[in-house]
């Protein structure tokens, strides 16, 4: 199976049990490196079924202050892109099976070398890629490497996109779309805004793929809000926040419980 | 006036960049999604405003009557003398409203958004302090809300500038991420116009960032150049004829792109770009991301794709230079382009080389330039013995060094 297949395979489950898929994101190296294992398989077993594996930059624009933190300190700690790959190597040699996609910038990546990078995220049980600042417009050569590997290339969509860009974008899209949820960085916020049910029923019209809504969600309400009108729910900051401190692994255990709940209560 | 030479470029330089907003490999636009309508739109209204008659007569209106321009080209006999060969000319400016060449753009760009776009808001980011005070006073003059972000440790060393940008009605934030430095200040401000897009325009200072900013910055700065070739040509203002180098101080490249742009098609014009050599390369505590291949390499930061200064991992490595606007870890990726073509070269001048240059154009010839220009005037002492009694170098001054008095007068002592 290839990492494409894994992930359509996860939305079709969901889809045969009428409900959404519960994805988190994690960043490398934050707490430390095994606080980060704890935090992935903890959150597998209370439901996460995909993870956003975070890969730290140093220059993280498109991240709110919790993540550009968090990211930071894994950074300091010395967490490198070989180290984020043999992190995930471990956690598939430890028998997960969940779906992992890498989440980076594109300096790190390109850096790396973009076809070196893409045969070792697959021999490391990478699933697919989201990049947030390359556009489909840039992303040809490391478009072509996933293709080739199986790998998914999932970009996000945005409020502001317009109708052009929402079918030129879904049409580079495999796996699934990430619906960035606001006009905005990451980080959790009080409300949902209002007008998301619009925006997912505007890129709806394009395309069949899954939709995967991030940025924001921090509950189970929330996430159970969510869950009612896209295939697939990302928590990133709410759960960075719980895991810093003393007992942050019982806090995101509690919190991941939470969020899958509230995903899987919908519908 | 003398008739100007004809002009035999090998390359038609000004068909560039590409529609993606590529030159060759460098540029383009690596930005997340929130964001790409809005570049489109800039685009597209800056594109029309190039050939808009009515806008470009108010753009060169205001420059005329309310930044000064042309600034003049200053013959610099004494420092002429004092090296013994090229005559060497100096464009001013450091005399243009707000002290440096960035009022060219700021203005430029607040006018565009004033009149050519529904929004109401401008965010922009600051090193020197320059790029911000140029934006808080075309802000003020056009009546825009204006919010700058700034490194607090660049907001410790250019102190006066934050006063200024507060006293014409801007709002600055300091930046505690990161160093502290510009870098940071850019991700600040692309985080904003990611959160305020629909309202607010970001009003990037340099040759920098995802495609337009580096043609439009370009374009809006080019007049330097436009205005040099008249000058130089000029044969009771100016020598009468182009110089033979140009030198100008690269950070990011706005002031050295904008005399450049205009040079290109004159093959036999040197164009020669001063990176900051900080305190020198070997230990990697610099800002010259040409001189250094252990840390300059090809990489994407803050939107474009451009030589980049990293460690191995691809993590944006620290720059050091003295000069807070000169002290950056990419340069623009037209001048990347350029250096590939042959077109353009770039060597580097330290801390202290800049400092001797503060010293040596002070007492020549009364002018205190900014530690960022005094990197292009330190570059004379290398440049001008290898040139002839015949031969012409002009030197772009990006800047006056007022604002720069702190630091120089912690580094030079007692004088």
């Known amino acids: 199976m290839t990492g494409v297949e894994r992930i359509q395979a996860v939305f079709a489950r969901a889809r045969a049990e009428q409900r959404a898929v519960f994805m988190p994101y994690q960043a490398m190296g934050y707490p430390d490196r095994a606080a980060t294992l704890e935090i992935i398989r903890t959150l597998g077993d209370t439901g996460a079924e995909l993870f956003e594996i975070g890969i730290p930059h140093s220059d993280p624009l498109a991240d709110g202050p919790t993540i550009q933190t968090a990211t930071y300190t894994a950074l300091?700690?010395?967490?490198?892109?070989?180290?984020?790959?043999?992190?995930?190597?471990?956690?598939?040699?430890?028998?997960?099976?969940?779906?992992?996609?890498?989440?980076?910038?594109?300096?790190?990546?390109?850096?790396?070398?973009?076809?070196?990078?893409?045969?070792?995220?697959?021999?490391?049980?990478?699933?697919?890629?989201?990049?947030?600042?390359?556009?489909?417009?840039?992303?040809?050569?490391?478009?072509?490497?996933?293709?080739?590997?199986?790998?998914?290339t999932i970009y996000l969509l945005a409020p502001t996109s317009t109708e052009a860009r929402i079918r030129f974008v879904a049409g580079h899209c495999t796996g699934f779309i990430y619906l960035v949820s606001v006009t905005g960085i990451t980080g959790a916020r009080t409300e949902l805004p209002p007008d998301l049910a619009a925006f997912i029923a505007r890129v709806r019209k394009h395309t069949d793929l899954p939709l995967a809504v991030g940025f924001g969600i921090g509950d189970g309400a929330q996430a159970a809000a969510v869950a009612q009108i896209a295939e697939g729910v990302i928590v990133g900051s709410a759960l960075v926040k719980a895991a810093t401190g003393e007992g942050g692994l019982a806090r995101v255990a509690a919190l991941g419980a939470e969020l899958a709940a509230g995903v899987k209560r919908a519908r | 006036?003398?008739?100007?030479?004809?002009?035999?470029?090998?390359?038609?330089?000004?068909?560039?960049?590409?529609?993606?907003?590529?030159?060759?490999?460098?540029?383009?636009?690596?930005?997340?999604?929130?964001?790409?309508?809005?570049?489109?739109?800039?685009?597209?209204?800056?594109?029309?405003?190039?050939?808009?008659?009515?806008?470009?007569?108010?753009?060169?209106?205001?420059?005329?009557?309310?930044?000064?321009?042309?600034?003049?080209?200053?013959?610099?006999?004494?420092?002429?003398?004092?090296?013994?060969?090229?005559?060497?000319?100096?464009?001013?400016?450091?005399?243009?409203?707000?002290?440096?060449?960035?009022?060219?753009?700021?203005?430029?760009?607040?006018?565009?958004?004033?009149?050519?776009?529904?929004?109401?808001?401008?965010?922009?980011?600051?090193?020197?302090?320059?790029?911000?005070?140029?934006?808080?006073?075309?802000?003020?003059?056009?009546?825009?809300?204006?919010?700058?972000?700034?490194?607090?440790?660049?907001?410790?060393?250019?102190?006066?500038?934050?006063?200024?940008?507060?006293?014409?009605?801007?709002?600055?934030?300091?930046?505690?991420?990161?160093?502290?430095?510009?870098?940071?200040?850019?991700?600040?401000?692309?985080?904003?116009?990611?959160?305020?897009?629909?309202?607010?325009?970001?009003?990037?200072?340099?040759?920098?960032?995802?495609?337009?900013?580096?043609?439009?910055?370009?374009?809006?700065?080019?007049?330097?150049?436009?205005?040099?070739?008249?000058?130089?040509?000029?044969?009771?203002?100016?020598?009468?004829?182009?110089?033979?180098?140009?030198?100008?101080?690269?950070?990011?490249?706005?002031?050295?792109?904008g005399i450049f742009h205009p040079f290109l098609e004159y093959e036999s014009v040197r164009l020669i770009g001063v990176e900051a050599g900080g305190r020198g390369i070997e230990g990697g505590e610099h800002a010259a991301r040409f001189a250094d291949p252990k840390l300059g390499r090809l990489g994407v930061l803050q939107g474009t794709k451009s030589y980049v200064m990293q460690d191995a991992d691809g993590q944006i490595a620290l720059t050091h230079s003295i000069s807070a606007g000169l002290d950056y870890a990419s340069v623009g990726p037209e001048h990347a382009w350029l250096r590939d073509q042959g077109r353009t070269e770039y060597t580097y001048a330290t801390d202290e080389a800049a400092l001797e240059g503060v010293k040596l154009l002070s007492r020549m010839e009364g002018i205190i330039p900014a530690l960022e220009s005094a990197h292009a005037i330190a570059h004379l002492v290398e440049l001008a013995p290898q040139m002839g009694k015949d031969e012409v170098i002009l030197v772009n001054l990006s800047g006056r060094g007022d604002k720069d008095l702190g630091t120089i007068m912690k580094e030079l002592g007692n004088l």
């Open chain 1, 76 to 152: 300091t700690q010395g967490t490198t892109v070989a180290d984020c790959l043999a992190m995930t190597r471990e956690l598939r040699a430890a028998g997960m099976t969940q779906p992992f996609c890498a989440m980076t910038y594109y300096n790190p990546l390109f850096a790396y070398g973009v076809q070196r990078f893409v045969a070792d995220a697959v021999a490391s049980g990478i699933d697919g890629l989201i990049v947030p600042d390359l556009p489909p417009e840039e992303s040809e050569e490391l478009e072509a490497a996933c293709r080739a590997a199986g790998l998914a």
């Open chain 2, 1 to 257: 006036m003398a008739v100007s030479p004809a002009p035999q470029p090998k390359l038609n330089y000004a068909a560039w960049p590409d529609e993606a907003g590529h030159f060759g490999p460098y540029g383009g636009k690596f930005v997340p999604e929130t964001l790409m309508p809005a570049l489109d739109e800039l685009e597209e209204v800056y594109l029309k405003a190039k050939s808009d008659k009515e806008f470009q007569a108010e753009l060169s209106f205001l420059l005329r009557t309310f930044v000064g321009r042309p600034t003049p080209i200053t013959y610099a006999r004494r420092l002429t003398e004092h090296f013994g060969g090229p005559r060497i000319y100096i464009k001013r400016e450091d005399l243009a409203h707000t002290g440096a060449h960035k009022i060219n753009n700021a203005l430029g760009q607040a006018l565009l958004m004033k009149r050519k776009m529904a929004k109401t808001r401008i965010v922009a980011e600051t090193g020197a302090g320059q790029h911000g005070v140029a934006t808080a006073t075309a802000a003020a003059m056009l009546g825009i809300e204006c919010v700058v972000y700034m490194g607090t440790v660049d907001m410790a060393r250019q102190e006066p500038n934050v006063y200024r940008m507060r006293l014409l009605g801007t709002e600055v934030r300091g930046v505690e991420s990161g160093s502290k430095t510009l870098k940071d200040a850019i991700n600040d401000a692309i985080r904003d116009w990611v959160t305020n897009v629909r309202t607010t325009h970001y009003l990037l200072g340099s040759a920098l960032g995802p495609h337009p900013y580096p043609a439009m910055v370009r374009d809006f700065q080019s007049v330097i150049g436009r205005e040099a070739i008249r000058q130089m040509l000029d044969p009771v203002d100016g020598p009468g004829r182009l110089p033979d180098a140009i030198v100008a101080c690269v950070g990011g490249g706005s002031n050295a792109i």
